[in-house]
T-cell receptor, first 111, second 115 residues
Framework: DGGITQSPKYLFRKEGQNVTLSCEQNLNHDAMYWYRQDPGQGLRLIYYSQIVNDFQKGDIAEGYSVSREKKESFPLTVTSAQKNPTAFYLC??????????FGPGTRLTVL | AQSVTQPDIHITVSEGASLELRCNYSYGATPYLFWYVQSPGQGLQLLLKYFSGDTLVQGIKGFEAEFKRSQSSFNLRKPSVHWSDAAEYFCAVGTLGTNAGKSTFGDGTTLTVKP
């Protein structure tokens, strides 16, 4: 089955630690996106990538980093510089001309 | 800059009643509009989309939406709500080819269905 997978589903991190969230898609989509979702708020764009080895900052990139070494993969690292990282993180992808397709999300909790 | 407003944070309807969720957008060109649904702890699922053509679009699960350019609105409707429709609903405006296909999302409307 084609789709987007995110792992892990739940992630716990101690303050001061970096953590990496995985996003993989087998839909052959060129573009991929990372969003952050907080209660009562919509989705806010963190980073996006239109092609391999290229990515751009979204609206709230501070404290996050990404890489796009393969078309299928777009991992997100939440660094210790992110002041309030506890949130639900969603990955999405699309081909040109389509809507975005979303993964199931990762809930990150900082202890 | 594009923006989306969902005026209703929370709506409660009785099972079997009709539903309308409001969405207003601001966008400088022809908008591409979407409605997504999200169950707790899950990702977003596309209900329907408007790209061009007929302004009344049909989606999955019996939902429909009407694009009204003069009112900058894209309201979601369902004639008879089922208990399984309880979820959070997001309206989004976006681009397809330009601007990297980015979408802007509203803050969502939480739907509660009373038995």
């Amino acid at each position: 089955d084609g789709g987007i997978t995110q792992s892990p589903k739940y992630l716990f991190r101690k303050e001061g630690q970096n953590v990496t969230l995985s996003c993989e898609q087998n839909l052959n989509h060129d573009a991929m996106y990372w969003y952050r979702q907080d209660p009562g708020q919509g989705l806010r764009l963190i980073y996006y990538s239109q092609i391999v080895n290229d990515f751009q900052k979204g609206d709230i990139a501070e404290g996050y980093s990404v890489s796009r070494e393969k078309k299928e993969s777009f991992p997100l690292t939440v660094t210790s510089a992110q002041k309030n990282p506890t949130a639900f993180y969603l990955c999405a992808s699309r081909w040109e001309g389509s809507e975005q397709f979303f993964g199931p999300g990762t809930r990150l909790t900082v202890l | 800059a594009q923006s989306v407003t969902q005026p209703d944070i929370h709506i409660t309807v009785s099972e079997g009643a009709s539903l309308e969720l409001r969405c207003n957008y601001s966008y400088g060109a022809t908008p591409y509009l979407f409605w997504y649904v999200q169950s707790p702890g899950q990702g977003l699922q596309l209900l329907l989309k408007y790209f061009s053509g007929d302004t009344l679009v049909q989606g999955i699960k019996g939902f429909e939406a009407e694009f009204k350019r003069s009112q900058s609105s894209f309201n979601l409707r369902k004639p008879s709500v089922h208990w399984s429709d309880a979820a959070e609903y997001f309206c989004a405006v976006g681009t397809l080819g330009t601007n990297a296909g980015k979408s802007t999302f509203g803050d969502g409307t939480t739907l509660t269905v009373k038995p």
